[in-house]
Nanobody, 125 residues
C-alpha cells in the first residue's frame, strides 16, 4: 500500500514536502512517481524517478520548482515543492511502476500501475 502525506494549505510562493510511504511492499526496485488531480480535471503526471533516483522526469508545469527524491532504505519517495502556485492545487498521489526504469520519458507519464491514497495540496493566492 502506498500512502502520500505532507499536503496542506500554503500561500502562493510557499513550499511543501510530500512523502510517500510504502507499507506491505517494497518499492526499492520500482520506478516511482507523483501525479495530481485538480477538481474537474483529469489526473496528470507530475514527476517520476527510476529505482535509484538517478533518472528524474518532470512535467513542464513543475520543472524547476519541484524535486523528486527517494530513500530506498526507508522505502519512501518524496516530492519537494517550491514556488507553489494556485494552479498547483490538487490531490497528489504517489504511484509505483512495474519496471525499475524506462528508456523514454513518456513511459513515466503512462506506465504507473499501483496507486496510493492521495494528499490534498491547496495553494492560496
Amino acid at each position: 500500500q502506498l500512502q502520500a502525506c505532507g499536503g496542506g494549505l500554503v500561500q502562493a510562493g510557499g513550499s511543501l514536502r510530500l512523502s510517500c510511504v510504502a507499507s506491505g511492499r517494497t518499492i526499492t526496485s520500482a520506478a516511482m512517481g507523483w501525479f495530481r488531480q485538480a477538481p474537474g480535471k483529469e489526473r496528470e503526471f507530475v514527476s517520476a524517478c527510476d529505482w535509484r533516483g538517478r533518472t528524474t522526469v518532470y512535467s513542464e508545469s513543475v520543472k524547476g520548482r519541484f524535486t523528486i527524491s527517494r530513500n530506498n532504505a526507508k522505502n519512501t519517495v518524496s516530492l519537494q515543492m517550491s514556488s507553489l502556485k494556485p494552479e498547483d492545487t490538487a490531490v497528489y498521489y504517489c504511484a509505483a511502476y512495474p519496471n525499475s526504469d524506462y528508456e523514454l520519458e513518456w513511459q513515466y507519464y503512462y506506465g504507473a500501475n499501483i496507486w496510493g491514497k492521495g494528499t490534498q495540496v491547496t495553494v492560496s493566492s
